[in-house]
């Protein structure tokens, strides 16, 4: 069960990724959903995933 909120997470991330506020929005509550050891591999996926997004590098503060 928790791994499908690990995938669903990555999935709207991906989808909001156009706005950087909602993408901000739904991280903050992904990041109280999840369980520690899911939040690191968040972190580790939304690296490389906003390697070439700069406007999404300011949400990258929340994880940090």
Known sequence: MARA??????????????????FCKELEKSL?????????????????FTANKPELYSCMALVE
Do not use: A, C, G
């Open 5 to 22: 909120m690990f995938e669903y997470t990555k999935t709207v991330l991906q989808k909001v990724s156009f706005n950087s506020e909602l």
């Open 32 to 48: 109280s959903r999840l369980l520690p050891y899911e939040i690191k591999e968040l972190t580790i996926w939304l690296k490389q």
